[in-house]
Structure formats: C-alpha cells, structure tokens
C-alpha cells in the first residue's frame, strides 16, 4: 500500500511569485491537511479538507489556498511569496474524517526555499 | 485552546537504554486523541502511536508506549531498548475527536540523540 506522496521535495522560488504543492493521500484516505514547519514556529496547521471542502482552517493569510479534487489528491497554492514563507510544508492523510481520528499519515514534505 | 508542551528540548542516551521523553496537554474536551511522531533529518513524519482519551489501556506498538496519566494531562512515550535509528526529532500531538476538529496540534519537539 502506497503512503502519502508529496511533490515535489524541493522547491526554490523567487520572492512575489507563487507555487503550488501536491499531496496524494494514502488510498481510501479521504481526509487531507497540510501543515507548515519553520525553525521559529514549530509546526503550524494551515488546512483541512474532506470530500472536496475545506472544515478546517488555521491562523495563515489568504495567500495560502488549497483544493482537494475527487480523488482526494489535494494541492496547496502559495501567492506573492514571501521571504518566511520558506519552510517544509507537510501533508496529512486521515482514513475518515466523519469519526473519531486515530491515524494521520504524514508525507516526506516539501521543502520550499523563497530567495 | 489546546496546547501540548514538550519541556525537553534535546536527550543524550546510552545505545539499549530505555527512554521517557514527557508530554503534557491542555484541553478542556473530553474527547481527544493523543499521538507520536518522529522526525528524522529527511522531514518525513512517522507516525508511532495513538492514545484516545477514553482508552483505559495504555496504547503499545512495538518498541513503543504511551505512558498515559489522564488525570495529570500527560502522555509519555517510552521506548525500550533504543537503537542509533532512533536518533530523531519526536513530537507529541493532539486532535480532538469531535466532527470538523481532525487538526493536529504539536508540541516543540524533543531532539533525541542515541549515543553507541
């Protein structure tokens, strides 16, 4: 069984442009979330969706948006990127989020480097 | 608000020892989900173990417990017998365990370093 997959891994951007992140969650998962990881702030929860809605939202700016499509592959976009927007930006797959949640998988991340 | 405090920073131990690496919480729900992470240099997060609030049994996988003390708000996580591979970040989390609340909230983090 595939786990969580996350591209790309890296990622370098210019300051003012924008990127977008993908996530395919483990098969039959149908919740994902996305979290930020910076030295400064820890880990930080930006999203959640389910069957193709946002239930969840964390502290972060409009800049940061994201999807889910039928299959419940999700992508985050980031605009206008900033300086501190460089980070390892972490997804998370949940089996079903319609009860209790005993199990989040996590992917290996993508590092984003804004320059 | 929830929050999870992780009170050590960095853990030096000896190769075969085993490890109690602390986590407490704060919540004023009933119902929530504790679990375990680890973090190796490559950033992948591993899950390691899951502890419901309601469980009366403390959760074990392997290697791993949880040491799970609902009247003191915490919930260790004990390894046996560490191994240089255990050498990571570990993080305590929480979820609640309501509908809409399946979001994570993490602790800062304990740098574990097994010495051989």
């Known amino acids: 069984k595939a786990g969580v997959t996350q591209t790309p891994r890296y990622l370098i951007k210019t300051r003012g442009q924008q990127v977008t992140l993908s996530c395919s969650p483990i098969?039959?998962?149908?919740?994902v979330s996305w979290y930020q990881q910076t030295p400064g702030q820890g880990l930080q929860f930006l999203f959640e969706?389910?069957?193709?809605?946002?239930?969840n939202k964390g502290n972060f700016p409009g800049r940061f948006s994201g999807r889910q499509f039928s299959n419940s592959r999700s992508e985050m976009n980031v605009s206008t990127l900033e300086l501190g927007d460089s980070a390892l930006y972490l997804c998370?797959?949940?089996?079903?989020?319609?009860?209790?949640?005993?199990?989040?998988?996590f992917g290996q991340g993508t590092r984003l480097t804004v320059v | 608000a929830q929050k999870i405090t992780q009170t050590q920073p960095g853990m030096f131990v000896q190769e075969k020892e085993a490890v109690t690496l602390d986590c407490t919480y704060d919540t004023s729900d009933q119902s929530y989900g504790l679990f375990w992470y680890k973090q190796p240099s490559s950033g992948e997060m591993i899950f390691l173990i899951y502890q419901g609030s309601y469980d009366e049994q403390n959760a074990t996988e392997g290697r791993y417990s949880l040491n799970f003390q609902k009247a003191r708000k915490s919930a260790n996580l004990v390894i046996s017998a560490s191994q240089l591979g255990d050498s990571a970040m570990y993080f305590c989390a929480m979820s609640l365990r309501s509908f809409g609340n399946e979001k994570l909230t993490f602790g800062t983090g304990t740098r574990l370093t097994i010495i051989p």
């Open positions: 098969s039959g998962h149908r919740s």
């Open positions: 998370a797959s949940s089996l079903d989020s319609t009860g209790p949640n005993t199990e989040a998988f």
């Open positions: 969706y389910f069957s193709e809605t946002q239930r």
